[in-house]
Each structure stands twice: as structure tokens, then as C-alpha cells.
């Protein structure tokens, strides 16, 4: 086996040079953190400033701002980003060479790779550029007669609704919108209010996972497990859950399921996945037509015609160092962070939480108002005055500003967070 020292001695400067980018950037300092805390139980470890210090130090950041809005996509830490660069340097050599015949191959240790963490078969997962292609593929590729009918709710994301009314257009399906409080009555009352709206002519339910809006999370199981026994699909958008808080996919039992990768695995900017039940692939229409005798293959939605090979291959990076943290670790630190802020929030009286706390029903994700004060002007005060960059939040129902921290975010800057909420609240008749 070949030692340090002979590594070095065999490769030289160049050697040299790629041990300290390992040692100063990558996993090695992540992976002797984790091994101090491994006898600690996860609600210490989410408090361990000396362990996440070593996570914030993973990133190149730009820490003259403080980035609250982790939900629209996240930066990577260095190591996928290295791998990013250098499979992109090794795609222009030659590409017809390079990227097609010795990266392009390489999607299927990330299919299996993916398909380990989601707790699927590899040959039901597609890798996809986002989670708008993910479950744009289920929502236009799902046969629907005129008059059928898809029920969602008038809080899912806004270009998945648009996705739906156009099929209502083109089509002539019927789309179903149901409303529910935030926060809501209960995770029971959300799971009534989606199951009390199918109709016969119900075919397909869709639903968050987690909602972008104030990150509620929602029943899954309970609500896929009463459509699968009424004969409607269910397709789940995913795009806040992979990698945010640990489930697999048999807590789930949907039939299709769409996440964003750029998002809580900090994987590079355009990589998603479509999950696909076994029994619904060969029935699902790709959104980029594929050859019929791909007609059962996983991969007839992938047929996307020529892309950057690095993008989806460097998620196996991203993979890397989301196990080194660890799931729980993770979602426990993510709380941790959410709570911090919003505990110290809830006791101002003119401060409206939309988001419950109860670790069941929420992650990093928190959305609050500050009454009598128009959420766009909280949003922009906060980046004026302290570069606070947060997500203003204006639905027909409610209003409030959006808050997602991530791994890397530190305590002086949740603080910082708190304390301008807390002057805005005082100096609200200024605003
Ligand atoms: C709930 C939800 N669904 C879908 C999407 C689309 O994700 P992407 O931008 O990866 O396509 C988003 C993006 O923020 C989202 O919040």
C-alpha cells in the first residue's frame, strides 16, 4: 500500500499541492470533528460551536452578508465545488471524449448513490437539472383525460400550479385548490383537509413535502396511503425535504416524488431527481421524448440531449459531505438554529410566527411577521441596514418574511437576525 510519504515522494510538488487542498478544504478536518463528537448524543452536538466551526470553514463565503435565504439554492461547500471545477477542466479537453466517455458514465454511481440515501432502487430514480424538471416530467407525463380531476393546494409552488394550469388549458383537466391556516390545527387537519377534497373524478393528489412558504411539513405518508387505497396518484414535491431532515422513501409511499439537489445537499447549481414508483415508470410519459424501448428504463428521463456531465457528477461530492455531518446531526443543528431566532422573536408582541416549531411539523425553515409593518419593507430594511439577505413572503392569506439558515450560518449571525427584528419592531412607526 502505498503510504504518505511514498504518495508524496512518487508525485512530487503536484502531490504536495493536492494533499493541502485536501487537508485545508475538504473532508478530512469534517471527518476528525465528527469523530470527537461521535459518543456525544445529537442535541449536544447541534450545540457544539467547535464542531460546527469546522462546517463553516468547509465554505468560501461571502461574510460581509448574512444569507437567510437558504431555500431558493445554497452555495457548496469548497470540496463540490473543486469537483465541479475540475470535472468541467477535464469535459474541455475533449469533450466527445472526456465528458461522454469517461464522466458521462460515472451518473450511475450518483443514481446509486442517491437511490441509497432516498431508500429507493437506483432504477427508479432519474437525476434531473432541478426540481421544476423533476416534477414537470410527473405533472405533464401523468395520461389525464379532459375532466380529470388533480388536487393540490393554493399554497404549492407557483410554477408547479402554473405547470397544472396549463394542463387545464391544453387538456381540459379540472384543478382543485384547497386552503389550509398556518400554522395549521394539526398534521391531522392538513391530511382531512387534502384527502376530504377527492372527488371521483380525482385522479392525481399533489402536495408539498415541506412548503417553500413557511416551511410546513406535511403528513405524507398518511395522506399517499389513502389516495394509493382510492385509486388517485400522488406526486409529492420534495424540493425543501432531500438531505433537510431525515425520512426515507417507504415513510413517504407516494408514486412520484421531485427534489432540488442545489438546495439542503449543496450540491452544484442544477441538479434535482425524480423518483418514479416502479409500477408508474413504464406509464409516465418523459417531457423529452425517448426511443420506445427505453419505455420502462428510468433513464427515458434523462434524454435531455447534451449537458454538462460535472454538474450531476459532482453530486456524489455533495453526498459525501452530507453523510460526514450525518442526517440527524444536521437537521438537529438546522433546529437549533431556527429556534435560537424564533424563541427569542416570539416574545415581542408585535412578532407573528407562521411556522410551527413542533420538530414534526418544521426544520430551518421559519416564516415571521412583524404586524402593522409590510413584510416587503422588514425584507428591505434588513439588507439595508444590516445586509441581511431574507425572502419576503406575500401570499392572498398571510405575509411574512422567510428565514433559512444552513449549516455554515453562525450564532453572531442569527443574533444579528434577532436584533435587527427586534429594532425594526421598536422603530415600526418610522418604517
Ligand atoms: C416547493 C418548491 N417546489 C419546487 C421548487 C422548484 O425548485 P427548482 O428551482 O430546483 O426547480 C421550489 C424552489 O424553490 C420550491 O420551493
Redesign the pocket.
Known amino acids: 500500500m502505498l503510504t504518505r510519504r511514498g504518495f508524496l515522494r512518487t508525485t512530487g510538488t503536484a502531490g504536495l499541492a493536492a494533499t493541502a487542498a485536501f487537508t485545508d478544504g475538504g473532508l478530512a478536518r469534517m471527518h476528525a470533528a465528527g469523530r470527537r463528537v461521535a459518543a456525544q448524543p445529537t442535541a449536544s452536538v447541534a450545540a457544539d460551536e467547535t464542531y460546527w466551526r469546522e462546517i463553516q470553514q468547509a465554505f468560501t463565503l461571502d461574510r460581509t452578508i448574512i444569507n437567510l435565504n437558504n ?3 445554497c452555495p457548496s461547500p469548497r470540496v463540490v465545488h473543486e469537483a465541479l471545477k475540475r470535472y468541467l477542466d477535464i469535459s474541455n479537453q475533449a469533450p466527445v471524449y472526456h465528458m461522454w466517455q469517461i464522466l458521462e458514465p460515472n451518473i450511475e454511481s450518483v443514481r446509486r448513490r442517491l437511490a441509497a440515501e432516498f431508500g429507493c432502487d437506483p432504477e427508479e430514480l432519474a437525476i434531473t ?7 414537470q416530467i410527473a405533472q405533464l407525463g401523468i395520461p389525464l383525460k379532459p375532466g380529470d380531476e388533480v388536487v393540490t393546494t393554493n399554497q ?2 407557483g ?2 400550479l402554473d405547470t397544472w394550469e396549463q394542463r387545464v388549458r391544453r387538456d381540459g383537466i379540472k384543478l382543485t385548490k384547497i386552503s389550509f391556516p398556518v400554522p395549521p390545527k394539526s398534521p391531522g387537519d392538513l391530511a382531512d383537509r387534502l384527502i376530504g377534497a377527492i372527488t371521483p373524478a380525482t385522479r392525481v393528489l399533489h402536495f ?1 413535502h ?3 412558504l413557511t416551511g410546513q411539513i406535511f403528513p405524507v405518508k398518511q395522506v399517499c396511503d389513502e389516495a394509493r387505497r382510492r385509486g388517485v396518484k400522488t406526486v409529492v ?1 420534495g ?2 425535504a432531500f438531505a433537510h431532515f431525515p425520512y426515507k422513501a417507504s415513510d413517504l409511499g407516494c408514486d412520484y416524488y ?1 427534489t ?1 439537489l ?2 439542503w445537499l449543496l450540491a452544484p447549481i442544477g441538479t ?1 431527481f425524480l423518483y418514479v414508483r416502479r409500477e408508474n415508470i413504464a406509464s409516465l410519459w418523459p417531457l423529452t421524448p425517448a426511443s420506445a424501448s427505453r419505455d420502462k428504463d428510468i433513464r427515458k428521463f434523462e434524454e435531455i440531449g447534451t449537458h454538462p456531465a460535472a454538474n450531476h457528477n459532482a453530486i456524489a461530492e455533495a453526498l459525501t459531505f452530507h453523510e460526514g455531518i450525518g442526517i440527524e446531526r444536521k437537521a438537529a443543528r438546522l433546529r437549533y438554529l431556527r429556534d435560537r431566532w424564533a424563541k427569542r422573536l416570539a416574545q415581542n408582541p408585535k412578532i407573528r410566527l407562521h411556522t410551527n416549531l413542533d420538530p414534526a411539523q418544521s426544520c430551518a425553515i421559519g416564516t415571521v411577521q412583524i404586524t402593522g409593518v409590510p413584510t416587503p419593507k422588514v425584507v428591505a430594511r434588513l439588507w439595508e441596514r444590516w445586509r441581511i439577505i431574507a425572502t419576503p413572503i406575500v401570499h392572498a392569506e398571510y405575509e411574512g418574511a422567510r428565514i433559512t439558515p444552513n449549516v455554515y450560518t453562525t450564532l453572531e449571525e442569527i443574533d444579528t437576525f434577532a436584533g435587527a427584528m427586534e429594532e425594526i419592531c421598536a422603530k415600526s412607526a418610522e418604517l
Open positions: 431555500g431558493g439554492c437539472r432541478n426540481a421544476s424538471e423533476a416534477l404549492d409552488y410554477r408547479m408539498c415541506i412548503t417553500n414535491d424540493a425543501h421531485g432540488s442545489h438546495k434535482g
